[in-house]
């Protein structure tokens, strides 16, 4: 009696030893990011009587020196951005299940997947995709930088609603509006 005793001992403090190891863990994980070009579709047109595909591309292009309408906006000439930080909160979808693997080399929360577009006269917008690697509920906040050339145009906060443990989720990340040129947004998560 007295060697199970000593057993049952041994194996709760062992316990206890893992579960304090598991709560302290996480919080030594690198946070996850993501970063992106545009990745624009380019919507075309096929003349159906020359077979000639019509791209945003090809389309009115001339021979010979440009126009001051060809050179009226230089996106690398671009100064202006939106100032302050948005705070916005996206809608998620719940897309599947995913393992609970979060610990000293897997973060809590990561992102990943992520794809920059433009809405034609509207916005700028990051796709991703978020996963809880955790066995608990989250509520996560991201920051997603969208710059010209590496300069600042928008900063934004996206206040994510909480994503149940073991769930992929994903959602939409609303940039500047498409007036202003966007060539790449980083991503990444700010807790937790």
């Avoid at 001051?68 to 599947?96: M, T």
């Avoid at 990051?126 to 600042?152: D, E, I």
Wanted: charged letters at 10%; glycine letters at 10%; proline letters at 10%.
């Amino acid at each position: 009696m007295r060697g199970l005793r000593h057993n049952a001992v041994g194996f709760l403090g062992g316990l206890a030893a893992v579960t304090m190891a598991a709560t302290t863990a996480p919080a030594q994980t690198p946070r996850s990011s993501v970063d992106m070009q545009t990745s624009q579709p380019v919507p075309q047109f096929k003349d159906p009587k020359t077979g000639q595909i019509w791209t945003p591309l090809n389309v009115g292009l001339q021979s010979g020196p440009p126009t001051p309408q060809d050179l009226a906006f230089d996106p690398l000439g671009q100064a202006v951005y939106v100032k302050g930080v948005v705070a916005q909160r996206p809608s998620v979808v719940p897309l599947s299940s995913v393992p609970i693997t979060a610990g000293p080399t897997m973060p809590i929360v990561n992102i990943g997947d992520a794809t920059l577009s433009a809405i034609p006269g509207k916005r700028w917008q990051v796709v991703l995709y978020l996963q809880n690697n955790s066995a608990g509920t989250v509520v996560p906040l991201l920051t997603c930088r969208f710059t010209n050339s590496g300069r600042l145009v928008e900063e934004t906060h996206v206040l994510v609603p909480a994503v149940g443990a073991g769930l992929r989720v994903g959602m939409v990340v609303y940039g500047p509006k498409t007036d202003l040129f966007v060539d790449r947004a980083n991503c990444g998560v700010k807790s937790p």
